[in-house]
């Protein structure tokens, strides 16, 4: 049950934005767009990636049935995680 801290180095890391669940996912485009003016860190509510420490996503316009990028992540190797598609499944603190 690793858990993943949430952090803009691992935000930097994540693969999320560029895997086909979400790449065409009009709401995480916008709460991209609104993270990048943020001043700081970002809540984990602001940032439509890094669900393997912050948990489900809260976009529902997800294609959830497409190929998840997480194990190619190095955020995913650094905290030898197991699964994938954490965006649906949960934090990997609750979902490993
Ligand atoms: S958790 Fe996996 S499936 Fe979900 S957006 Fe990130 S890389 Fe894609
Ligand atoms: S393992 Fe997946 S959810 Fe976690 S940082 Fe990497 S791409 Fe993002």
Redesign the pocket.
């Known amino acids: 049950m690793p858990k993943?801290a949430f952090s803009k180095e691992?935000i930097g890391?994540?693969?999320?934005g560029e895997c086909p669940v979400q790449v065409q996912s009009t709401c995480a485009k916008e709460k991209y767009a609104e993270a990048q003016k943020v001043q700081g860190m970002p809540t984990p509510e602001q940032v439509p990636?890094?669900?393997?420490s912050s948990g489900k996503a809260t976009c529902q316009d997800l294609r959830w049935v497409e190929h998840c990028?997480?194990p190619g992540?190095l955020?995913?190797a650094e905290n030898s995680?197991k699964t994938n598609h954490?965006c649906s499944r949960g934090s990997a603190d609750q979902s490993e």
């Open positions: 993943v691992n890391k994540c693969l999320c990636g890094l669900y393997c990028l997480c992540c955020v995913w995680l954490y």
